[in-house]
């Protein structure tokens, strides 16, 4: 089973459709460009309330598997 299931969703209503993490408006792409800038994942827990490591987690997965899916972008 997916970790990500339920935990990530997107509503055309919330963040212009976005994936987010469920009842907020942290996007998936918010976190994983803080994680990529450097920040560790306690540090970003900590600037967004409500935030967990099991939805930076599933935040990750769900990109992960939307990368292994998906179309590639040239680098």
């Known amino acids: 089973m997916m970790k990500h299931a339920g935990r990530i969703v997107a509503a055309p209503d919330i963040m212009l459709g976005k ?8 996007t998936v792409e ?9 920040i560790t994942v306690d540090e970003l ?6 935030l967990s490591k099991d939805d930076v987690f599933a935040a990750l997965e ?4 939307v990368l292994a899916g998906g179309e590639m972008i040239p680098v």
Do not use: M, W
Not at 19 to 26: E, N, S
Not at 45 to 50: L, N, Q
């Open 19 to 26: 994936p987010v993490v469920a009842g907020t408006r942290i």
């Open 30 to 38: 918010l976190i994983v460009r803080k994680l990529a800038g450097g």
């Open 45 to 50: 827990i900590d600037s967004y309330p409500g």
């Open 62 to 65: 769900y990109s992960a598997d």
